[in-house]
């Protein structure tokens, strides 16, 4: 099981701006790289050190579920799975875990529960096409399937331009930070959600 530890980011990051808390509400900005290149070659990366970061604001350990990643580069402190699309013209590449549709997750999972879901999406359609896709996916339905699939208390860490609409019988807003990756890139936000019980 996974607690948020801003103690923790703060010990990590020392010299980087503060992610704060202020009446239960978690906020800050980060800078991740002015220019970076992708390691694999897919589209939907994470960007550099971006998991470092969010795995830095929680202490415990539990099963994570990477969506919409590609490959990652697992740390051996987590249990981690990837899950995505079956990717067209990357065959020399490595696929995700499990691959699939993310608008269906309880069928491909119908035993096991995550503690942290982290999901970085395509964002528009020309990333969707990219990606590809030929079509966005269906955010709202995501987050639903996101639910059943989520232990209690679980998180989920959702990389967008936007915060992807949600049902707050399900899933509770408790923070935002924005994402900055190099110049002249539109701003990204992180939506940090906690699974109501």
Request: net charge positive.
């Amino acid at each position: 099981m996974f607690t948020l530890s801003l103690n923790k980011y703060k010990q990590t990051f020392p010299n980087y701006p503060p992610v704060v808390e202020s009446n239960n509400w978690i906020y800050g900005i980060w800078l991740i790289g002015n220019f970076y290149k992708r390691k694999y070659g897919y589209h939907s990366e994470y960007p550099p050190s971006y998991l470092k970061r969010v795995y830095a604001l929680f202490d415990g350990e539990g099963k994570v579920l990477h969506l919409f990643s590609g490959v990652v580069d697992k740390n051996k402190d987590y249990d981690e799975i990837t899950f995505d699309i079956s990717y067209t013209g990357y065959d020399d590449q490595p696929q995700a875990d499990v691959l699939g549709n993310a608008e269906n997750l309880n069928i491909y999972f119908p035993e096991t529960k995550f503690d942290l879901i982290i999901a970085d999406p395509p964002y528009t359609l020309v990333d969707a096409n990219r990606y590809g896709c030929k079509k966005l996916v269906n955010k709202k339905k995501v987050l639903n399937e996101c639910y059943k699939i989520a232990n209690n208390n679980a998180y989920l860490i959702w990389l967008d331009l936007s915060i992807p609409i949600y049902t707050n019988k399900e899933w509770k807003l408790i923070g935002t930070i924005g994402l900055l990756t190099r110049t002249n890139r539109k701003i990204r936000i992180i939506s940090i959600f906690q699974k109501v019980v």
